[in-house]
């Protein structure tokens, strides 16, 4: 039972707490203003709860450590483990998840877990999703964003090139980002499947 609940909880916190709370109908209408298909937003959302699940039945230090964001079945791994070993083994179930069409492994070996460097990054993912909804230009709902040491991650779909360039133009005006690692496909190119 306690699985289950716990399950559920992550679905919730993958589709996005507040969107979900505000109910089903306008959850449909956030999810069709998005570039993946109703779909393929579903078939994410599952592979990201499948994923922490599975992270949470093979190795509690994983589930804590390592954050997934799941993109057209693109699975990007951010965090910090104590060890490489740690590292492969996130990899190595992510792979072993259906439907996932490649692991990008961005997770970080520190043994430091200090909570003002997690505040830190919080803080700057939190200025940049703000920034991005407010700009009239850029659909902020095909980007996720995580920061990590101050290195922020980007995953999604972009329009174009101006609007990615815009995307990364507005990650790197935020006050402590030190770098930019951008996993964002253009909407005309193909995925690229790493397997």
Same mark, same amino acid.
Not at 115 to 123: E, K, N, P, S
């Given at each position: $039972? *306690?699985?289950?609940?716990? &399950?559920? &909880? $992550?679905?919730?916190?993958?589709?996005?707490?507040? @969107?979900?709370?505000?109910? /089903?109908? &306008?959850? /449909?209408?956030?999810?069709?203003? !998005?570039? =993946?298909?109703?779909?393929?937003? *579903?078939?994410?959302?599952? *592979?990201?709860? =499948?994923?922490?699940?599975?992270?949470?039945?093979?190795?509690?230090?994983?589930?804590?450590?390592?954050?997934?964001?799941?993109? !057209?079945?693109?699975?990007?791994?951010?965090?910090?483990? !104590?060890?490489?070993? *740690?590292?492969?083994?996130?990899?190595?179930?992510?792979?072993?998840?259906?439907?996932?069409?490649?692991?990008?492994?961005?997770? @970080?070996? &520190?043994?430091?877990?200090?909570?003002?460097?997690?505040?830190?990054?919080?803080?700057?993912?939190?200025?940049?999703?703000?920034?991005?909804?407010?700009?009239?230009?850029?659909?902020?709902?095909?980007?996720?964003?995580?920061?990590? %040491?101050?290195?922020?991650?980007?995953?999604?779909?972009? @329009? %174009?090139?101006?609007?990615?360039?815009?995307?990364?133009?507005?990650?790197?005006?935020?006050? /402590?980002?030190? !770098?930019?690692?951008?996993?964002?496909?253009?909407?005309?190119?193909?995925?690229?499947?790493?397997?």
């Amino acid at each position: $039972m *306690i699985k289950i609940f716990i &399950s559920l &909880s $992550m679905l919730l916190i993958y589709t996005g707490c507040a @969107q979900v709370a505000v109910g /089903g109908i &306008s959850k /449909g209408v956030l999810v069709a203003k !998005e570039e =993946r298909t109703v779909g393929t937003f *579903i078939d994410d959302t599952v *592979i990201a709860a =499948r994923l922490k699940n599975l992270y949470f039945n093979n190795n509690e230090k994983i589930f804590f450590n390592v954050d997934v964001e799941v993109n !057209e079945g693109r699975v990007l791994l951010t965090g910090t483990v !104590e060890t490489s070993d *740690i590292r492969i083994e996130a990899t190595k179930l992510a792979w072993g998840i259906s439907d996932v069409v490649t692991v990008i492994n961005e997770i @970080q070996i &520190s043994n430091s877990d200090n909570v003002l460097y997690y505040a830190d990054d919080l803080v700057i993912t939190t200025k940049i999703n703000a920034k991005l909804l407010i700009n009239k230009e850029i659909n902020n709902l095909n980007y996720n964003i995580d920061t990590v %040491n101050k290195i922020v991650y980007v995953i999604g779909i972009a @329009q %174009n090139k101006n609007e990615l360039a815009n995307v990364i133009d507005i990650i790197n005006s935020v006050y /402590g980002v030190k !770098e930019v690692i951008n996993y964002v496909r253009l909407k005309e190119d193909p995925i690229q499947n790493a397997g």
